[in-house]
Structures are given as structure tokens and as C-alpha cells.
């Protein structure tokens, strides 16, 4: 049970799960306000024309009577801090749509969602409160001690949806949940220089270096089929990657090319995923399921 103050906030939309809890996946809500997103997250049958003062020019046009998809989380933090519990923790929210995570693509079985309050990159991607930060540091702190959750399963959308989906963005502050054990760091990563901002491979490329790149992000997580030719769904793995992991540095980076810079953060969180799982299981408190291993 969370030891957190929730706001209870119920939603119908969710089934049984058919897997083990040992993810969490963080999202914003890419609508106008909280208020909006938190009512499409308890409607089970939402429709255009309810939504469409709060969502993207794109989706708001249409019919009015036109349904939506429904969609729910297990969590929904507000841009003051407030949480509001939607769907109970054993239940299966629908918060990933089409993903993939590991081999595994019902990720919505086996993760817990948390939408954070924030309009996304159709309202300007805006920089995320301190109050809603420190919530969110708290929150997956709680969840993933409670599910025994490994570090290295906390993700973005981004990353179980590559191409398809942008959240929680290139502004979500990973860094600070890094520092506060409520994600894999990235320490050990080589400090910025010449070498890591050189660009290793770019779309078009191809070869045996690509068919190694594309094999380690595959055995990092993405769903990525090691062809040997830098396309656009590697493109869109990598952009993912980089959302997560160089968008939060002081590094000067392209979406989508892989630098030197990259290759030593893939590299980082290989080891620290290793060092962290051999420091939970000298603890005497193992995680839900084995850290990655680097294929070299």
C-alpha cells in the first residue's frame, strides 16, 4: 500500500492483468490542462467534441461525435504535486497503446502508468514544476520499492513506442530522478570531449558497426531487428534513446544521429544496470527480472 497523500480519482477503464508487475512507464498527458486529461483518463467512452478545447489542433478536429480511444493510467500528477490515483495497481490500465519492451508487447500488463501534467510538444513542451518533479521522484520511488521494480524498467513512452510516441520528452528532467534513485544513472558515462561528440553513424548507414548498434539497443529494451542498415525505425529507436538519455546532458546532440556521446551512455547503462542488480541481490532484495547484458 503507498505510503503517499492520493487524491482518489477513479477510472473504469482497465481489464485484468496477464503478467507480473516489474515496469513503470512515464508519460505527460499532452492536453491543455490536468483537468481535462484526468476526465479522458476516467471516461470510458469519450468523444471529440468533449475534449476538443484541451487537445492538438490535430486531434481536435472533426466530428464532435466522433469516439476516442480509451486510455487511463494508473496515476495522474498535477503540475502543483497533487497525485490522484486512477486505476488500482493490480489492475491493467490502458496507458502504452502499440509498444514493445524487452520481448514483451503487452507492456500495459506488466507496467504501471503515471501521466504527468505537461501540454507535450504540441503546446510548446514546457518545462516541468519543481512541486510536480519532487512528486513524481516520490511516486516511483514508492511503486518500484513496493513491485521490487528494477531501476533500469523505469522508461518513457518514448521508449516502449518509438516514432510513435514523444513523452515525456526532451525536457523531462531524468537527470534529477537519477539523482535520486528513482532511475538508472548514468554515471561512469565519458565526460563530453571531441571523441564523444563525434558522429559513429547517421541514417543511410550500413554495415557491421550499425548491425552492432542495432543489436545492443534491442538487447537494451527497444524493439529493433538488427538489419545492418541504419533506417527509420533505427532512427527512431535512437531518437528514443537519446530523449532518455542526452536530451538532460550539457552534450550538443542531433535527434536521430549516433555520436560518441551516445555510445557512452548505452555503455554506462549496461554496466550500472549490472552493478545495480549485483547490489540488490547482496542486499537481499532482488529485482522482478535481470539486468540487460550488452552483447559488446
Not at 27 to 33: D, I, P, Q, V
Not at 179 to 197: C, F, H, P, V
Not at 205 to 217: F, H, S
Amino acid at each position: 500500500m503507498s505510503r503517499l497523500d492520493l487524491i482518489d480519482a477513479p477510472s473504469p477503464v482497465f481489464n485484468e492483468r496477464a503478467l507480473p508487475i516489474d515496469m513503470i512507464v512515464l508519460h505527460y498527458t499532452g492536453m491543455r490542462t490536468g483537468a481535462a486529461a484526468l476526465a479522458k483518463l476516467r471516461d470510458a467512452a469519450p468523444r471529440r467534441g468533449d475534449y476538443a478545447a484541451d487537445m492538438p489542433a490535430e486531434w481536435a478536429e472533426g466530428d464532435p461525435n466522433d469516439a476516442l480511444g480509451a486510455a487511463s493510467a494508473h496515476y495522474l500528477v498535477e503540475e502543483d504535486g497533487r497525485i490522484f490515483a486512477v486505476v488500482p495497481e493490480d489492475k491493467r490500465a490502458w496507458h502504452a497503446g502499440k509498444s514493445w519492451w524487452a520481448g514483451q508487447s503487452d507492456v500495459n500488463s506488466l507496467s504501471i502508468g503515471v501521466e504527468i501534467v505537461n501540454g507535450g510538444h504540441d503546446f510548446g513542451l514546457p518545462d516541468y514544476p519543481p512541486a510536480q518533479i519532487a512528486s513524481v521522484i516520490a511516486l516511483v520511488k514508492d511503486i518500484a520499492a513496493r513491485h521490487a521494480i528494477a531501476p533500469w524498467r523505469i522508461v518513457g513512452h518514448s521508449d516502449i513506442a518509438p516514432g510513435r510516441k514523444l513523452d515525456p520528452g526532451e525536457h523531462f528532467p531524468w537527470t534529477q530522478l537519477e539523482a535520486e534513485g528513482a532511475a538508472l544513472g548514468r554515471a561512469g558515462a565519458r565526460a563530453n570531449d571531441a571523441e564523444t561528440a563525434r558522429v559513429l553513424h547517421a541514417p543511410g548507414d550500413g554495415g557491421a558497426d550499425v548491425q552492432r548498434l542495432q543489436e545492443r539497443l534491442e538487447a537494451w529494451g527497444y524493439g529493433l531487428a538488427a538489419s545492418g542498415g541504419y533506417d527509420e525505425r533505427t532512427q527512431a529507436c535512437v531518437e528514443a534513446f537519446q530523449r532518455r538519455w542526452s536530451a538532460g546532458d550539457d552534450s550538443e546532440f542531433r535527434f536521430g544521429v549516433w555520436t560518441g556521446r551516445d555510445e557512452a551512455l548505452l555503455s554506462a547503462a549496461f554496466e550500472n544496470a549490472q552493478a545495480a542488480a549485483r547490489a540488490a541481490q547482496e542486499a537481499g532484495a532482488p529485482y522482478a527480472c535481470e539486468p540487460p547484458k550488452d552483447p559488446g
